[in-house]
Antibody, heavy 118, light 108 residues
Framework: QVQLVESGGGVVQPGRSLRLSCVTSGFIFSTYGLNWVRQAPGKGLEWVAVIWHDGSNRFYADSVKGRFTISRDDSKNTLYLQMNSLTAEDTALYYC???????????WGQGTTVTVSS | DIQMTQSPSSLSASVGDRVTITCQASQDISNYLNWYQQKPGQAPKILIYDASNLETGVPPRFSGSGSGTDFSFTISSLQPEDFATYYCQRYDNLAQVTFGPGTKVDIK
């Protein structure tokens, strides 16, 4: 079945970096776009970034632009999020989500938690 | 930037009630709007895509309508498993996304 499994979260000090991974299975990875979406504790959903199916385009929320980089490795069926210069405002549960059509997030992982704290 | 608002931010309802949530965009977004349900401790689940299309496997008591700047999401007869938070999500031609702030539906 279609599955997305995030990993790489943890506790990190402000200003440091972290790389999240999203390992996928059950579908042809190279034919789907993918998103990262985060949710701060007790808050709503915040879109973070998208990468198109062919990797030709990547777009970011203003809140992470210049600090986060989304990438994909089709040989490993894996999506990444490189997060640099982390601040307390980046503390959240990070989800990866598959995109069908233009932006229909039809399959989600269970998330990985990032806590930025000194 | 296009801003999304949702009303109400929360509501209390009983099983069997008809529930309607509205979502408004600050600019015309055509029908580029999806609706998601999120239950506590779970990932979101898509219910409606492109404003009015029911996702496969989603019960028909859920529906969506609207275009341009004004959209609505309706549960025709609220069931116990429908108590959750609902989010609208707009997107653009580049697949950039904005979520609405959410509407929490709880038990009266």
């Amino acid at each position: 079945q279609v599955q997305l499994v995030e990993s790489g979260g943890g506790v990190v000090q402000p200003g440091r970096s972290l790389r999240l991974s999203c390992v996928t299975s059950g579908f042809i990875f190279s034919t789907y776009g993918l998103n990262w979406v985060r949710q701060a504790p007790g808050k709503g959903l915040e879109w973070v970034a998208v990468i198109w199916h062919d990797g030709s385009n990547r777009f970011y929320a203003d809140s992470v632009k210049g600090r986060f980089t989304i990438s994909r490795d089709d040989s490993k069926n894996t999506l990444y999020l490189q997060m640099n210069s982390l601040t307390a405002e980046d503390t959240a549960l990070y989800y990866c989500a598959r995109v069908t059509g233009l932006s229909r997030m039809d399959v989600w992982g269970q998330g990985t938690t990032v806590t930025v704290s000194s | 930037d296009i801003q999304m608002t949702q009303s109400p931010s929360s509501l209390s309802a009983s099983v069997g009630d008809r529930v309607t949530i509205t979502c408004q965009a600050s600019q015309d977004i055509s029908n580029y709007l999806n609706w998601y349900q999120q239950k506590p401790g779970q990932a979101p689940k898509i219910l409606i895509y492109d404003a009015s299309n029911l996702e496969t496997g989603v019960p028909p008591r859920f529906s969506g309508s609207g275009s341009g700047t004004d959209f609505s999401f309706t549960i025709s007869s609220l069931q116990p498993e429908d108590f959750a938070t609902y989010y609208c999500q707009r997107y653009d031609n580049l697949a950039q996304v904005t979520f609405g702030p959410g509407t929490k539906v709880d038990i009266k």
